[in-house]
């Protein structure tokens, strides 16, 4: 299993509930995709311009799929264009 934290931050004066409706739409597609067993989305208490995406995918394999679905290709660019700034980090789980 791999676990994926990708965090994002806003730009100043970007529309919270913008970028909330697409990324809504990316939760609800890609929870139906095969090998996803987890795809939360999380606000930071504190600032509410940082969204934090947490995902658990069963392989690499499945997550290289996920990046090339049509609802990412179609969302992504969207959100980006919204952000300052995203970090993105795998984790396997040690054992």
């Known amino acids: 299993m791999i676990r994926v934290v990708c965090k ?3 730009k100043p004066g970007v529309n919270l509930e913008e970028y909330l409706t697409l990324a809504r739409e ?8 095969k ?3 987890m795809y939360t ?3 930071d208490i504190h600032d ?4 934090t995406t947490i995902e658990e995918w069963e392989n ?3 997550i ?6 049509e609802h990412i290709m179609k969302f992504v660019p969207k959100l980006r264009r919204l952000r300052e700034s995203t970090e993105i980090n795998l984790y396997k789980e040690v054992k």
């Open 64 to 69: 290289n799929q996920h990046n090339k679905s």
């Open 60 to 62: 690499e394999e499945v």
């Open 41 to 43: 989305l999380h606000e």
């Open 35 to 37: 090998g996803c067993m």
């Open 26 to 33: 990316v939760v609800t597609e890609t929870r139906k995709e």
């Open 48 to 51: 509410p311009s940082i969204l």
């Open 8 to 10: 994002a931050k806003l």
